[in-house]
T-cell receptor, first 113, second 114 residues
Framework: GENVEQHPSTLSVQEGDSAVIKCTYS??????FPWYKQELGKRPQLIID?????GEKKDQRIAVTLNKTAKHFSLHITETQPEDSAVYFC????????????FGAGTRLTVKP | DSGVTQTPKHLITATGQRVTLRCSPR?????VYWYQQSLDQGLQFLIQ???????AKGNILERFSAQQFPDLHSELNLSSLELGDSALYFC?????????????FGPGTRLTVL
């Protein structure tokens, strides 16, 4: 089955700096890669996702890049703000395949004002 | 609000007991997933149901079981509870396989085993 590794486990940045979180996956057939943000005590919420037919996707201050050959994908947050502080999870699965999605272990991002 | 509901919100019980957690998916979603999140841990996939049938199994203990009913709501049964079962239990739903892959999470049930 799929195995997703995520690094770093914790990340502290100064407000306004960029943050990068990286994930690797093992199943070469995976083609759907979402990123979830989880604030303390709350549910995980999707912030951005990418499919294997594109290499990069951007939504305002958030971007995700995908390297299918190397089987890794990354989340980039620019101009970080204190409200970006949360735990971020990456995940991977085979799209439209009705199978389970495997999550990385999470990255706790702290943005210092 | 994701449209996924879970009850109860909190549950406190003793070791050895049995509890049932309930999840109602978003309207139209046929797939339901259960996850366990222990303190400061990631999301551990437990089990997936699609339209009443089990589709995938993750790290689910034999003491745990689940089912999805004809009205598509799902229940996760945890028995012979141990202290280590204390965790947040999330359910999620999606339109898979017919529609999008995005999983929408419910608010979770916080289980405390004393």
């Amino acid at each position: 089955g799929e195995n997703v590794e995520q690094h770093p486990s914790t990340l502290s940045v100064q407000e306004g700096d960029s943050a990068v979180i990286k994930c690797t996956y093992s199943d070469s057939a995976s083609n759907y890669f979402p990123w979830y943000k989880q604030e303390l005590g709350k549910r995980p919420q999707l912030i951005i996702d990418i499919r294997s037919n594109v290499g990069e996707k951007k939504d305002q201050r958030i971007a995700v890049t995908l390297n299918k050959t190397a089987k890794h994908f990354s989340l980039h947050i620019t101009e970080t703000q204190p409200e970006d502080s949360a735990v971020y999870f990456c995940a991977a699965k085979r799209a439209h395949n009705n199978n389970d999605m495997r999550f990385g272990a999470g990255t706790r991002l702290t943005v210092k004002p | 609000d994701s449209g996924v509901t879970q009850t109860p919100k909190h549950l406190i019980t003793a070791t050895g007991q049995r509890v049932t957690l309930r999840c109602s998916p978003r309207s139209g979603d046929l797939s339901v997933y259960w996850y366990q999140q222990s303190l400061d841990q990631g999301l551990q996939f437990l089990i997936q149901y699609y339209n009443g049938e089990e589709r995938a199994k993750g790290n689910i203990l034999e003491r745990f079981s689940a089912q999805q009913f004809p009205d598509l709501h799902s229940e996760l049964n945890l028995s012979s509870l141990e202290l280590g079962d204390s965790a947040l239990y999330f359910c999620a739903s999606s339109q898979e396989p017919a529609g999008g892959d995005e999983q929408f999470f419910g608010p979770g049930t916080r289980l405390t085993v004393l």
